[in-house]
T-cell receptor, first 111, second 113 residues
Framework: GQQLNQSPQSMFIQEGEDVSMNCTSSSIFNTWLWYKQDPGEGPVLLIALYKAGELTSNGRLTAQFGITRKDSFLNISASIPSDVGIYFC???????????FGTGTRLTIIP | SAVISQKPSRDICQRGTSLTIQCQVD?????MFWYRQQPGQSLTLIATANQGSEATYESGFVIDKFPISRPNLTFSTLTVSNMSPEDSSIYLC??????????FGPGTRLTVL
């Protein structure tokens, strides 16, 4: 099935740095979601976006719904060790409850 | 959000056997889904579990291999049948409530020897 392209595939940063990642699609989506998955756990919902251009924050996390409806962005400010994990974007088409998932971005913090 | 539990949390099975995974939600939900996450990969939807009727399977997944039950609005099971090492994955239950988004269970880590 279709997957969304996430970039970068992996990131190695130092604690305190800001992080940016994005998710792109060839199709239009009406909902964009961002999840974080820790090792051995299920994905946890971080942010949900429902409107083109929408900018939503959750603590140090900020996500944006792209104007074209074909992309979304996630920023993490002042990274801390617990930010380590895999971040997945997911998109939903109007009228369809199923999600299409991105390929994931693995975040590692270098000591 | 919904509180979702899965049993078992992990298992090691012999090839040719079957394993049934249970998913329990703390409140009624509109939709329940089953996903597979192969090692190092993203999530792939196996099927939508429909209450009172047969599940709706995605391309590449069939009922004989992954039979699903959903007897009520808070419970579902996924069976992985006639397992082979290629079935080694994390299997995730997910629920959706309109206006309340989609949440995931903790997953079942399956290893097939």
């Amino acid at each position: 099935g279709q997957q969304l392209n996430q970039s970068p595939q992996s990131m190695f940063i130092q604690e305190g740095e800001d992080v940016s990642m994005n998710c792109t699609s060839s199709s239009i989506f009406n909902t964009w979601l961002w999840y974080k998955q820790d090792p051995g756990e299920g994905p946890v919902l971080l942010i949900a976006l429902y409107k083109a251009g929408e900018l939503t924050s959750n603590g140090r996390l900020t996500a944006q719904f792209g104007i074209t409806r074909k992309d979304s962005f996630l920023n993490i400010s002042a990274s801390i060790p617990s930010d380590v994990g895999i971040y997945f974007c997911a998109g939903r088409i109007f009228g369809n409850e199923k999600l299409t998932f991105g390929t994931g971005t693995r975040l590692t913090i270098i000591p | 959000s919904a509180v979702i539990s899965q049993k078992p949390s992990r298992d090691i099975c012999q090839r040719g056997t079957s394993l049934t995974i249970q998913c329990q939600v703390d409140s009624q939900v509109t939709m329940m889904f089953w996903y597979r996450q192969q090692p190092g990969q993203s999530l792939t939807l196996i099927a939508t579990a429909n209450q009172g009727s047969e599940a709706t399977y995605e391309s590449g997944f069939v009922i004989d291999k992954f039979p699903i039950s959903r007897p009520n609005l808070t419970f579902s099971t996924l069976t992985v049948s006639n397992m082979s090492p290629e079935d080694s994955s994390i299997y995730l239950c997910s629920v959706y409530r309109e206006y309340n988004e989609q949440f995931f269970g903790p997953g079942t880590r399956l290893t097939v020897l």
